[in-house]
């Protein structure tokens, strides 16, 4: 099974470096490995493999160089990048990471002009419907129940996925933390995980959490900070025209791991179709430039809408979803009358027969998910 970005990435390493960051276990390995049968590959969690990078005697005698967790090298953007300006794309240069490169705080010297970067996600209802031919609505159950990382989604087992996820947050929590920052308390991280994952959807209080763990609302804001820079979380802020004034107002936040979710339909629902407007948003960023951005809606008199996708500045879509019945959202309609550019869609799991209600459309889950590249645009 190819990964949706793989195209992407063998175009772009004929120019410049490509860092590919993403959740750990999403499958970033072995995506390298599929870009060409002719690789080196090294892990500078490996004792031998960081040895081999530090002294930089690698085979040359290869298409690719793939250096995995290379960003917890110190000043490793320096060393990456005298590799790139002496030797330049022989082999081609490929860096992968489970935290994010761009933001990495150990990063040092800039690599401007000379990468591209690149984010994978978890699956989504379109890439198994494109790559492994499934149905949409058997894709959209299993994503539900199993999550979107592929190991437990072709493993087909809520057993092992179970046994997966466990494994899987303690080895974040337990290793890929402590090697970004210099945290003490992991279990009031764990703990925090845990509120986040019965609290998909709502807005969340930095006071609230606070109170619950015992911290300050700062401590609380950069934990926050530091699980999104793991790929364990991801914000949405309300939209408003003031960037800085939504950064203010209350996130809500999503869990990569669709199937994590604590809660009902409506929770897991809500929480699959952000990943996936999340992920066609990003690969919009990477592919082509423009700049996008995921918020919600909400107005003095609580009125919500769940999504509203900006594009390049632009107000494009807007979200709302919903688990049962086929009664349009009154708030879909009072945004509109704001945000007149933006297409209206209103996302019902199990829905019998699509609807429309003035430029306002109503579609099964299903359907949605799996025909959402083409119905992005800016």
């Known amino acids: 099974m190819e990964r949706y970005l793989n195209e992407y990435i063998r175009r772009d390493l004929k120019e410049k470096i490509v860092l590919l960051s993403g959740p750990r276990q999403v499958g970033k390995t072995t995506l390298a490995r599929q870009l060409t049968s002719s690789h080196v590959y090294l892990n500078y969690d490996a004792a031998a493999d960081r040895r081999l ?15 995995d967790e290379l960003h ?16 330049g794309t022989t082999p081609q240069l490929l860096v992968t990471g489970s935290a ?17 970067a690149y984010r994978l996600h978890p699956l989504t209802v379109h890439e198994i419907c494109t790559f492994l031919e499934e149905s949409p609505q058997t894709a959209l159950d299993k994503l539900l129940t199993l999550g979107g990382f592929p190991e437990p ?20 929590v337990r290793e890929d933390l402590l090697d970004l920052e210099k945290v003490r308390d992991i279990k009031s991280i764990e703990i925090l995980i845990d509120l986040l994952r019965g609290r998909i959807g709502a807005t969340t209080s930095f006071a609230t959490l606070a109170n619950d763990l015992q911290v300050s609302i700062h ?9 999104e820079n ?6 949405v802020r309300p939209y408003h025209k003031n960037i800085a004034r939504s ?60 999504f509203l996708i900006v594009i390049d500045n632009k107000p494009v879509m807007m979200v709302e979803v919903k688990s049962s019945g086929d009664d349009f ?10 945000l007149a550019q933006a297409r209206a869609f209103q996302v019902v799991y199990g829905l019998r027969r699509n609807r429309s209600r003035g430029d306002a459309r109503m579609l099964p889950a299903h359907e949605f998910l799996n025909n959402l590249p083409s119905l992005i645009s800016p």
């Open 247 to 306: 950064l203010l107002k209350e996130a809500k936040y999503y869990l990569y791991d669709t199937g994590a979710v604590e809660g009902g339909m409506g929770a897991r629902l809500e929480n699959v179709v952000a990943c996936a407007l999340l992920r066609q948003l990003h690969f919009l960023e990477d592919t082509t430039g423009s700049k996008t951005a995921l918020h919600y809606l909400r107005d003095k008199e609580k009125n919500e809408v769940d």
């Open 153 to 172: 989604y072709l493993k087909n087992s809520e057993t092992f996925a179970k046994r997966f996820r466990r494994m899987h947050t303690d080895t974040i």
């Open 219 to 227: 401590t609380v804001k950069h934990w926050l900070q530091i699980l």
């Open 53 to 67: 990078l530090q002294s930089q005697e690698w085979d040359r005698d290869c298409d690719l160089a793939v250096f």
């Open 100 to 116: 994010r490169l761009d933001t990495y705080k150990k990063g040092g010297d800039s690599l401007a002009g000379r990468f591209y």
């Open 72 to 87: 917890k090298m110190k000043r490793w953007k320096a060393w990456i990048k005298g590799i790139f300006d002496t030797e």
């Open 230 to 235: 793991l790929y364990i979380i991801f914000s």
């Open 329 to 338: 959202s009154s708030a879909l309609f009072r945004f509109q009358g704001f």
